[in-house]
């Protein structure tokens, strides 16, 4: 550590990076891009190998199945879910989480 001082200040920051979150200015608190439920959609999805049922993280969360849905409809046009079609049909019961699993935004 004597020798490059640089480099584990450096290592630390790489380390630490997915858990600082910018604040707001104005009253310090975490600037969020995503809505409480937006973000529990997505550790849901961690959670389950990254593929989340609207009918089964309704349950989960405790709210309205169309909730759920409208919200994994907002994070598709985000580009962190993705639709999983199901038959011939390609009706939508499964949503997959394409984020990064150390993303700050899970905070």
């Keep these: 550590m004597k020798e490059n001082p640089l ?3 450096t290592m630390i920051r790489c380390i630490l990076a997915p858990y ?3 604040t707001d200015e104005k009253n310090r608190m975490p600037r969020r891009e995503y809505q409480k ?3 529990q959609l997505m550790r849901l999805a961690i959670r389950h190998n990254r593929i989340i049922s ?5 349950i989960e969360l405790e709210v309205h199945k169309q909730t759920v849905i409208k919200y994994c409809r907002s994070l598709v046009e985000r580009g962190k879910f993705r639709v999983i079609p199901t038959g011939s049909a390609g009706k939508i019961y499964k949503y ?3 984020g ?3 993303s700050p935004d899970l905070l």
């Design 7 to 9: 480099f584990v200040r």
């Design 20 to 22: 600082l979150v910018a």
């Design 37 to 39: 439920i937006e973000r």
């Design 54 to 58: 609207p009918a089964k993280a309704a």
């Design 96 to 98: 997959e989480y394409i």
């Design 100 to 102: 990064s699993l150390q």
